[in-house]
C-alpha cells in the first residue's frame, strides 16, 4: 500500500550556475539585510519581509568533520563542512577527499552533488 505521508521537503539550499559560476539561491531580509539559504516566509530574525537574492560563489569554512559511517549512496569517509558564505548565510556543504579542512580555509562552491547536495571545493 502506497503512503500516504507527504514527501519529505529537501532542506537543502538550492545551488546553480550563473555564467559558469555557482551560487546558493537564497533570500535576503528586506529590512535588516539577514540572510538566509533556505525559502522563508519572513525573516527569521525580524520577522521582516524577505527578498530573492544570490551568495557565493566564495566562502570560508567555519568547521569541518569527517564522517566514518556510511549511509545509503554515501561510502565512508566523506567529509561535510560549515561554510561562510562571504556577505551570506552558513550552509553544510560536502568536501571532496577524506581530510577535515580547518577553520578558516576559503573555499568555493561547485557544481551539486548527486542529489542536489552543496559542494565546495578548496580555492
Ligand atoms: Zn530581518
Not at 539585510?33 to 520577522?47: D, E, L, M
Amino acid at each position: 500500500m502506497p503512503s500516504t505521508e507527504p514527501a519529505p521537503v529537501d532542506p537543502r539550499p538550492r545551488v546553480s550556475p550563473v555564467d559558469g559560476v555557482f551560487g546558493v539561491d537564497g533570500y535576503r531580509c528586506a529590512a535588516c539585510a539577514y540572510p538566509v539559504a533556505i525559502a522563508v516566509a519572513v525573516c527569521p530574525s525580524c520577522q521582516g519581509p524577505v527578498e530573492p537574492a544570490r551568495f557565493g560563489p566564495d566562502g570560508t569554512v567555519w568547521s569541518s568533520t569527517v564522517l566514518r559511517i556510511p549511509v545509503p549512496g554515501r561510502p565512508a569517509p566523506y567529509v561535510v563542512a560549515y561554510v561562510d558564505l562571504h556577505g551570506g548565510p552558513r550552509v553544510l556543504a560536502h568536501v571532496g577527499g577524506d581530510r577535515h579542512l580547518p577553520v578558516g580555509t576559503p573555499v568555493r562552491l561547485t557544481a551539486p552533488g548527486p542529489g542536489g547536495d552543496v559542494t565546495v571545493s578548496t580555492r
